[in-house]
């Protein structure tokens, strides 16, 4: 059995979805796979043998606004008969259709269709027709297909049985891709333990960089192994953010603890181009007896660089969203990497505003969060860490009991010792092992009022609308109540019809936060910093509302 694992690289919010794949700041588009195993057609009555020649498979991105479908099958014949029963089992070169979906959109917004056409007597008939949404997308690879009925459009056919589903990846073993991983039975048992690669934690994970000769690799081959007793608290689907600014040390300790080998960089330009998702290989930090590994490592892009022409809050938004495209439940710490410094500099605040995104508003994530220090400019190790716990109490209005929780750690690695590096990774395993609860990672399904923006609140944009104010009709004014618009650009407000919000269609137009991200001809909103968000929820099925929250009028 081989399952096969895609490459996820994000590091921006981007609304084009037809960026150039070589690029190396990828859009926020999943790559999945829509596998169909098997079709049956349930006749009122008893078929004849060759009254229904073959069906053939289309698939159309949704809203259609091409001619051309995205992809179709070859004619398949029928694999069986029997009575008013026509299976239909799908070969494998006709079985798999990739599905670039957007991570942006709504779970159970229908991003594709799938129409499913048949020869009979002679003549091409739409049989049926379904939709495909983020929603479809199966958590672990290697689960079953499910058997699911969808309703005939023909009245000869009285119902549609199908068997598919839809995954992360791309299963085709014979396209020659850098980005995939192929895991098989036999490789964890016959390659180097270093080099297995496993399924842990349901996760999308990527592989390890290409070793580079000139890099000096981490001896993972005679670690003495961690007692048990020693095992952090971990649980499945979880990870570990490792976070800071370019040349901290980011990579360098995802690889010390994980035993991989991505490429480092030592200068202030970045090396890591795009988020990516590690395993652990360590074979020390293989599963326990209760079925738990240790976390996978999110190595994200670096912060605060001169030359990006990304902000912090684009480049959170993309952390953000691989965690959650990656089915990433729990967060088990963030690693803040940072170089020593005493004194409370804005970029230690801003990237303090970055980690505490990772938590749900009434969650404490500076209990799991864990300073390493690069190298230290004093002797005294509080020192060391003083302007980053500033940065903190600053932002959590000095409460000291938040900063008190936070682990502070600092070493020297000396890779021509391999002392250094044990002593270092049981120092980061101690701190994760202080970890008591992870972070659970919730993303929420809300709308703002204001400006008509979906997903959660951390992963919409900085832009928002004004404020409402009133203004006269250009018709009917002495006749018709005022008309409510948003005070900045003058677009039409959101209002409720009928008791449902009907969102405005104005693009937002000032920013109401992240101020340091703005830019040249952008607008700051004068005292809003937030969105005004509410849940979110389809009506009927098919139109979008908001469920106001009570109290609302």
């Given at each position: 059995?081989?399952?096969?694992?895609?490459?996820?690289?994000?590091?921006?919010?981007?609304?084009?979805?037809?960026?150039?794949?070589n690029?190396?700041?990828?859009t926020?588009?999943?790559?999945?796979?829509?596998f169909?195993e098997?079709?049956?057609?349930?006749?009122?009555?008893?078929?004849?043998?060759?009254?229904i020649?073959?069906?053939?498979?289309h698939?159309?991105?949704?809203?259609?606004?091409?001619?051309?479908?995205?992809?179709?099958?070859?004619?398949?014949?029928?694999?069986s008969?029997?009575?008013?029963e026509i299976?239909?089992?799908i070969?494998?070169?006709?079985?798999?259709f990739p599905l670039?979906?957007?991570?942006d959109?709504?779970?159970?917004l229908?991003?594709?269709?799938?129409?499913?056409?048949?020869m009979?007597?002679?003549?091409r008939?739409?049989?049926?027709?379904?939709?495909?949404?983020?929603a479809?997308?199966?958590s672990?690879?290697?689960?079953?297909?499910?058997?699911?009925?969808?309703?005939?459009?023909?009245?000869?056919i009285?119902?549609?049985?199908?068997?598919?589903?839809?995954?992360?990846g791309?299963?085709?073993?014979?396209?020659?891709?850098?980005?995939?991983?192929?895991?098989s039975?036999?490789?964890?048992t016959?390659?180097?333990?270093?080099?297995?690669?496993?399924?842990?934690?349901?996760?999308?994970?990527?592989?390890h960089?290409n070793?580079?000769?000139?890099?000096?690799?981490?001896?993972v081959?005679?670690?003495?192994?961690?007692?048990?007793?020693?095992?952090?608290n971990?649980?499945?689907?979880?990870?570990?953010?490792?976070?800071?600014t370019?040349?901290?040390?980011?990579?360098?300790?995802?690889?010390?603890?994980?035993?991989?080998?991505?490429?480092?960089?030592?200068?202030?330009?970045s090396?890591?181009?795009?988020?990516?998702?590690?395993?652990?290989?360590?074979?020390?930090?293989w599963?326990?007896?209760?079925?738990?590994?240790?976390?996978?490592?999110?190595?994200?892009?670096?912060?605060?660089?001169?030359?990006?022409?990304?902000?912090?809050g684009?480049?959170?938004?993309?952390?953000?969203?691989?965690?959650?495209?990656?089915?990433?439940?729990?967060?088990?710490?963030?690693v803040?990497?940072?170089?020593p410094?005493?004194?409370?500099?804005?970029?230690?605040?801003?990237?303090?505003?970055?980690?505490?995104?990772?938590?749900?508003?009434?969650?404490?994530?500076?209990?799991?969060?864990?300073?390493?220090?690069?190298?230290?400019k004093?002797?005294?190790?509080?020192?060391?860490f003083?302007?980053?716990?500033?940065?903190?109490?600053?932002?959590?209005?000095?409460?000291?009991?938040?900063?008190?929780?936070?682990?502070?750690?600092?070493?020297?690695?000396?890779?021509?010792?391999?002392?250094?590096?044990?002593?270092?990774?049981?120092m980061?395993?101690?701190?994760?092992?202080?970890?008591?609860?992870?972070?659970r990672?919730?993303?929420s399904?809300?709308?703002?009022?204001?400006?008509?923006q979906?997903?959660?609140?951390?992963?919409?944009?900085?832009?928002c609308?004004?404020?409402?104010?009133?203004?006269?009709r250009?018709?009917?004014?002495s006749?018709?109540?005022?008309?409510?618009?948003c005070?900045?650009?003058?677009?039409?407000?959101?209002?409720?019809?009928?008791?449902?919000?009907?969102?405005?269609?104005?693009?937002?137009?000032?920013r109401?936060?992240?101020?340091k991200?703005?830019?040249q001809?952008?607008?700051?909103?004068?005292?809003?910093?937030?969105?005004?968000?509410?849940?979110?929820?389809?009506?009927f099925?098919?139109?979008?509302?908001?469920?106001?929250?009570?109290?609302?009028?």
């Amino acid at each position: 059995m081989s399952i096969y694992l895609s490459k996820i690289e994000m590091a921006r919010d981007i609304t084009d979805p037809e960026t150039d794949p070589n690029q190396d700041v990828h859009t926020n588009v999943v790559k999945a796979t829509f596998f169909l195993e098997k079709i049956i057609l349930l006749s009122n009555k008893k078929v004849g043998q060759d009254e229904i020649t073959y069906i053939q498979v289309h698939l159309s991105k949704l809203p259609k606004n091409r001619s051309v479908n995205e992809e179709s099958s070859e004619h398949i014949p029928p694999t069986s008969q029997l009575g008013s029963e026509i299976t239909f089992v799908i070969p494998k070169a006709e079985a798999f259709f990739p599905l670039p979906l957007r991570i942006d959109a709504l779970d159970d917004l229908e991003q594709y269709e799938v129409e499913l056409e048949i020869m009979k007597n002679g003549e091409r008939k739409l049989v049926g027709a379904f939709g495909i949404c983020l929603a479809d997308i199966e958590s672990q690879h290697f689960q079953k297909t499910k058997l699911r009925k969808i309703d005939s459009q023909m009245k000869s056919i009285q119902a549609i049985e199908i068997k598919y589903k839809v995954f992360e990846g791309n299963p085709n073993p014979l396209v020659q891709n850098t980005n995939l991983i192929q895991v098989s039975e036999q490789d964890t048992t016959q390659q180097h333990q270093g080099k297995a690669e496993e399924i842990r934690n349901g996760a999308i994970l990527n592989s390890h960089e290409n070793d580079t000769t000139d890099e000096k690799l981490l001896d993972v081959t005679t670690l003495n192994k961690l007692t048990e007793k020693c095992r952090p608290n971990f649980r499945k689907n979880s990870c570990v953010v490792v976070l800071g600014t370019t040349g901290r040390g980011k990579t360098t300790t995802m690889n010390l603890f994980t035993g991989n080998t991505a490429s480092t960089g030592h200068a202030s330009h970045s090396t890591t181009k795009a988020n990516q998702l590690y395993r652990d290989i360590l074979p020390e930090h293989w599963e326990s007896e209760d079925g738990v590994g240790y976390p996978v490592w999110l190595d994200t892009v670096g912060l605060d660089e001169s030359d990006a022409d990304v902000t912090n809050g684009d480049l959170v938004r993309s952390y953000l969203r691989v965690l959650q495209c990656s089915r990433i439940e729990w967060v088990h710490a963030v690693v803040w990497c940072i170089t020593p410094e005493d004194k409370k500099l804005q970029y230690l605040k801003d990237q303090a505003e970055v980690i505490k995104m990772f938590g749900e508003k009434s969650q404490n994530i500076w209990k799991n969060v864990v300073i390493i220090a690069k190298e230290g400019k004093s002797l005294s190790h509080d020192l060391n860490f003083q302007g980053a716990l500033a940065a903190v109490s600053d932002l959590e209005g000095g409460h000291q009991d938040i900063v008190s929780s936070i682990q502070c750690l600092e070493y020297d690695l000396d890779f021509e010792n391999k002392e250094t590096s044990d002593n270092a990774r049981q120092m980061i395993n101690k701190a994760f092992w202080n970890i008591k609860e992870p972070i659970r990672v919730v993303f929420s399904n809300q709308v703002c009022q204001d400006c008509g923006q979906k997903g959660d609140e951390r992963l919409i944009s900085d832009f928002c609308h004004e404020a409402k104010s009133e203004v006269e009709r250009k018709f009917f004014s002495s006749y018709l109540p005022k008309k409510s618009v948003c005070s900045s650009c003058q677009e039409d407000w959101s209002r409720k019809i009928f008791g449902r919000w009907s969102f405005t269609e104005g693009l937002p137009c000032v920013r109401i936060r992240n101020r340091k991200d703005i830019k040249q001809g952008e607008t700051m909103a004068r005292g809003k910093t937030m969105h005004d968000m509410v849940k979110y929820k389809p009506l009927f099925g098919f139109l979008n509302c908001a469920q106001s929250q009570p109290g609302e009028e």
